[in-house]
């Protein structure tokens, strides 16, 4: 019989597949299990599910594949972020989520999943127990995280956007309280799925008035709070359509499309700089339920600035156009 070659370590020198495989797929078992949940039994999209588990999506590999063999740092990094690639393409084969909301959270998970390989490594360099530690301190902080840690604050928070029209006042504010439909969307975050604005109409004039901004999921309603023609119009928002729509094999409803970002009202304010010469500004005050926050707002303001422009560019090129025809 052919001799088992060994290592220094008296471990087998030969390949060592099988292991990395089992301790790839026991993490990402452990952790889509955590997900699911983490979003459909306790609707947490907080630190527990966007913190916690990338750190156990690098660590947990790590610590299986040593109770077999040492664990190089090459090593270490193959594990983990195979691991984390397999844990996204669970999530999308199995309708957990979608493309677009798994994109979101890769730039905040891939440091951790760095952060929790290093953490097992260290661990392992000290003591077997130490990393069973680490090991057992991470699964326990999740259901901790989750169940104390509060919801994200739900303050409303404003994101303005403005532009310079070369038309009088008068002429943009026709256009801000209705505007006809736009042409479709070429930004790339609108055809993976983010829904955007298509036309806009309004029933009565005056505060009372209830303004409609059809969406390609559907109108937002806005009733008129503040009506200073042609300076100031606000308005609450009572309706809205969902925010996006997944990317997906599956048709996918996801919890957080229901209730974790919420527009609460608006305003498109007009200042005249001249007597052909205007200031728009678009603003929108939301709310949303995502930890950490911070992270999470770059993403929603950067979005919500994407379709103010939208809006604002279309307000200004239909506003032009009919302004140049009548001062012919």
């Known amino acids: 019989m052919e001799e088992l070659k060994l290592n220094d370590n008296g471990v087998s020198a030969q390949p060592r597949v099988w292991y990395s495989v089992l301790a790839i797929s026991t993490t990402v078992a452990i952790t889509l299990a955590l997900t699911l949940i983490a979003v459909y039994r306790m609707g947490n999209y907080t630190l527990a599910l966007f913190v916690i588990i990338p750190l156990l999506i690098g660590a947990v590999p790590n610590l299986i594949f040593s109770r077999w063999s040492p664990v190089t740092p090459k090593r270490s990094y193959i594990l ?141 309603v806005e009733p008129i709070t503040t009506w200073i023609e042609p300076s100031l119009l606000q308005f609450d928002v009572t309706q809205q359509p969902v925010p996006l729509t997944e990317l997906s094999i599956w048709k996918v409803h996801a919890p957080h499309l229901d209730g974790y970002f919420n527009s609460v009202r608006g305003e498109f304010r007009l200042i005249e700089l001249s007597s052909n010469r205007t200031l728009l500004k678009g603003t929108t005050w939301y709310s949303q339920d995502f930890t950490p926050a911070w992270y999470w707002h770059l993403w929603s303001d950067h979005i919500i600035h994407k379709i103010h422009n939208r809006v604002l560019r279309h307000i200004d090129y239909t506003t032009t156009k009919r302004f140049e025809r009548t001062s012919r």
């Open 80 to 220: 983990s972020f195979g691991s984390f690639g397999v844990y996204g393409l669970s999530i999308l084969l199995f309708g957990v989520d979608g493309l677009i909301c798994l994109l979101t959270a890769t730039p905040l998970a891939i440091p951790l999943v760095f952060i929790g390989a290093l953490l097992a490594r260290t661990a392992l360099h000290r003591s077997r127990r130490s990393a069973d530690t680490v090991l057992v301190v991470l699964l326990a902080s999740f259901p901790i995280v989750a169940w104390v840690e509060p919801h994200s604050s739900l303050q409303p928070r404003a994101v303005t956007t403005e532009i310079i029209i070369d038309a009088p006042r008068q002429d943009v504010w026709d256009n801000v309280v209705s505007f006809p439909e736009l042409s479709p969307p070429d930004e790339l975050l609108f055809t993976l799925g983010i829904s955007y604005p298509i036309r806009a109409k309004i029933n009565g004039t005056g505060v009372g008035a209830v303004r409609y901004c059809e969406f390609n999921t559907g109108p937002f």
